[in-house]
T-cell receptor, first 114, second 109 residues
Framework: DTGVSQDPRHKITKRGQNVTFRCDPISEHNRLYWYRQTLGQGPEFLTYFQNEAQLEKSRLLSDRFSAERPKGSFSTLEIQRTEQGDSAMYLC????????????FGQGTRLTVV | KNEVEQSPQNLTAQEGEFITINCSYSVGISALHWLQQHPGGGIVSLFMLSSGKKKHGRLIATINIQEKHSSLHITASHPRDSAVYICAVRRGSARQLTFGSGTQLTVLP
């Protein structure tokens, strides 16, 4: 297992377009998290899955954002009608179930909306 | 006020210097994490602490639960240590992490 992988690594899109990102977690991990990081800031929580169930969503996740994790394996994060303010690094992390388990992060997808 | 505050925001050191990065938090936590982020985005977990002190190579992390404070120390710093160091906490029974804004460390040869 090569760790958490995210695709694409970079995405440039025009304002108003839809984009979709993919995250493949470490295969034994049943928890998957999406975070967003803007320049000079730490990551901010967006949403988290335990297996295929989306258990928590941040208020940062507007109606234009949707995340899925069909079959409890890979996850997708879609942003509809992108805005310039959506430009950020989108990070995925996965972990085992448990209160204090280590999270493993992917390399992130850097989105630029022009 | 952010729930997790780090200081300093930026730190430049000469190779070989002893480095300390501080993290203060204002909420009850079940664990505190120190993470390293290199240019390009990838984040690597360095330590997870709920009490006391941990050491790995030249890195040492300490936490004082009563004072809601943690420090990350780097001994004999090296240019390859240059990165952003991020403190993150797991609040109570929450599953997700709450992050500080990071400390940009530059170690000059």
């Amino acid at each position: 297992d090569t760790g958490v992988s995210q695709d694409p690594r970079h995405k440039i899109t025009k304002r108003g377009q839809n984009v979709t990102f993919r995250c493949d977690p470490i295969s034994e991990h049943n928890r998957l998290y999406w975070y967003r990081q803007t320049l000079g800031q730490g990551p901010e929580f967006l949403t988290y899955f335990q297996n295929e169930a989306q258990l928590e969503k941040s208020r940062l996740l507007s109606d234009r954002f949707s995340a899925e994790r069909p079959k409890g394996s890979f996850s997708t994060l879609e942003i509809q009608r992108t805005e310039q303010g959506d430009s950020a690094m989108y990070l995925c992390a996965s972990s085992f179930e448990g209160l204090n388990t280590e999270a493993f992060f992917g390399q992130g997808t850097r989105l630029t909306v022009v | 006020k952010n729930e997790v505050e780090q200081s300093p925001q930026n730190l430049t050191a000469q190779e070989g210097e002893f480095i300390t990065i501080n993290c203060s938090y204002s909420v009850g936590i079940s664990a505190l994490h120190w993470l390293q982020q290199h240019p390009g985005g990838g984040i690597v977990s360095l330590f997870m602490l709920s009490s006391g002190k941990k050491k790995h190579g030249r890195l040492i992390a300490t936490i004082n639960i009563q004072e809601k404070h943690s420090s990350l120390h780097i001994t004999a710093s090296h240019p390859r240590d240059s990165a952003v160091y991020i403190c993150a906490v797991r609040r109570g029974s929450a599953r997700q992490l709450t992050f500080g804004s990071g400390t940009q460390l530059t170690v000059l040869p």
